[in-house]
């Protein structure tokens, strides 16, 4: 089963409207959780984490995620969208490895687009 | 500046072609990851490598191989074992307490 679900592949969103792009997970334990937004044709840029500590976490370019752990959800928010924003965005966790190492699986995308 | 170089960024490979992605990074990361990223599905993990001559196979890891002689690098070579790699390849690396991970700017392969 995944353990990282985006359930929306496409979010549609007036310039200067809030945003949210939905991220459930599922595993067991304190997970490490990521957002990551791609432009076209490029790798992934981070945006924010979530270790421990607050659950409200703020992250680059006026983004913020908030770790709810009774719903296992961390959405991504932005109180005002620009249209600069419109890109891919990926949520992530990190789970055990055999190892130290602990490895990012990915929920499957979900496309902003912000409308002018 | 330190970061990650993905190398070349569009590559061509004839069927039955064996191809090579490079992939440096002057991070000090110990770990160096593959992700394999096809439309619609997010990227899954090819292989992975916590340490220096050490590597071990991600959920994808049928058609590829990689080696890891170096801290700096981890080359991905795909093989003609490798029924369908057209795809975008991205490469990552992670320091010890894996909390971060950086991301190369990625390789387009397609099979000619």
């Known amino acids: 089963a995944q353990s990282v679900a985006q359930p929306e592949d496409q979010v549609n969103v007036a310039e200067g409207n809030p945003l949210t792009v939905k991220c459930t997970y599922s595993?067991?334990?304190?997970?490490?959780l990521f957002w990551y937004v791609q432009y076209p044709n490029r790798g992934l840029q981070f945006l924010l984490k979530?270790?421990?500590?607050?659950?409200l976490v703020k992250g680059s370019y006026g983004f913020e995620a908030e770790f709810n752990k009774s719903q296992t959800s961390f959405h991504l928010k932005k109180p005002s969208a620009l249209v600069s924003d419109s890109a891919l965005y990926f949520c992530a966790e990190k789970r055990d490895s055999s190892g130290s190492a602990r490895q990012l699986t990915f929920g499957s995308g979900t496309q902003l687009t912000v409308l002018p | 500046d330190g970061g990650i170089t993905q190398s070349p960024k569009y590559l061509f490979r004839k069927e039955g072609q064996n191809v090579t992605l490079s992939c440096e990074q002057n991070?000090?990361?110990?770990?160096m990851y593959w992700y394999r990223q096809d439309p619609g599905q997010g990227l899954r993990l090819i292989y992975y490598s916590q340490i220096v001559n050490d590597f071990q196979k991600g959920d994808i890891a049928e058609g590829y191989s990689v080696s890891r002689e170096k801290k700096e690098s981890f080359p991905l070579t795909v093989t003609s074992a490798q029924k369908n790699p057209t795809a975008f390849y991205l490469c990552?690396?992670?320091?010890?307490?894996?909390?971060?991970?950086?991301f190369g700017s990625g390789t387009r392969l397609t099979v000619v």
């Open positions: 990552a690396s992670s320091n010890r307490a894996g909390q971060l991970d950086t």
């Open positions: 595993v067991s334990g304190n997970p490490y």
């Open positions: 979530y270790i421990t500590g607050d659950n």
């Open positions: 991070l000090n990361h110990d770990a």
